[in-house]
């Protein structure tokens, strides 16, 4: 993996409390240390919204312009061999603005793929706890980076799914609803079929890293949003009954799910909260390197507050996976003394939004 890899330089300007600050990065560990309130996870967030175009904490993205601003600016360079690129975003009354390199009409996939960047923070278990939504929207993450055809046909199907439901919520005619099912056909069954053949691709890496940390047998399998007996064709056309009386399309890859099994049972039911937060860690984690190694690249890891809710041999055996080449790391942490960082690590401290390098 190339020396100069992952985030190069960050600025951010008007971001919560952060006034304006520059970090330029290690390619392998940045350790941001600060006391509670100082603006830790905002630097966090400035890296993840730049790379995903939203912030990873719940709120409208107005919540983030500083008190008395009329709007934040994110800028960052990204090192992606054999060049490097320059990636903007801001957030103001007028909306969002992207830009990337020298290009017109930049858009926000832009940034995404240049900046390949996933969080763990304290509420990471929220990805076992919660609904099915944030497990699609997190291998869909992967699918995009993996597999190129995704977000053409995403694109394609959000399009005729908006449509469709358009069409049921104005109770027009069956045949004008259905007009739009070769278009959600065709583009669905691409979309089942990359994120299914990712899945399985990342499995077994997703198990050998949650064996290392949790000890527990895990099982991660994709379930088409529809039943498993017959076609997506199939299933649209036998819910006609079903579309009409909610107004919306019932079936499809927009009801998919991520199951997730530990021991055999579902591992919301089955595991501790702590034990739901090594595994969805290990999700994360895995996620991370797999798409790393497939894309022949380093992936942005942030990890806010790792000690938070873990026993300090799991925050050292944490440590220890997370320094693998394939991530560039930054970390929050209140205590420095309280991780096992390299001496190579880059630390940074901030105090009342204001940052500076310690080492
Ligand atoms: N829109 C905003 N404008 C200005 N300040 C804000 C805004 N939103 C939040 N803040 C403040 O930013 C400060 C830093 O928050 P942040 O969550 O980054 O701190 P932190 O260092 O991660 O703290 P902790 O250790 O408690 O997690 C907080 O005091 C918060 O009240
Ligand atoms: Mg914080």
Redesign the pocket.
Known sequence: MSPEAGLLLLRAQHL??LDAIELIADPAQNIIV??????????L?AIYYLGRGKSFRPGLAS?????DQEEFNIFGEVAKPPGRHRLGISHGREGRQVHFDAQAQATLADLVAALPVQIIDPEVHQLIQGGPKGRREFIDWGVFHVKHDFLGAWRRYRRALKQRNAALKQGMAKQSVMAWDPELIESGLVIDAARKEYVSAYMPLMSSISSELLLNEVICCYQSGWANAGSFAEALSASWDRDCNNGATQVGPHRGELLIQSDGQPARNRLSRGQQKLLSIALVLAQSIFVARSQQRKVTLLV??PAAELDSAHVHKLIEILSCEELQLFI?T?DLDALPVNDTARVFH?ER?ALSTLI
């Open positions: 919560r409390c600060g006391k509670n309130g100082a603006g830790k996870t905002s630097i967030e919540m983030l312009i500083q008190y806010d507050e929050s209140l901030v939004g």
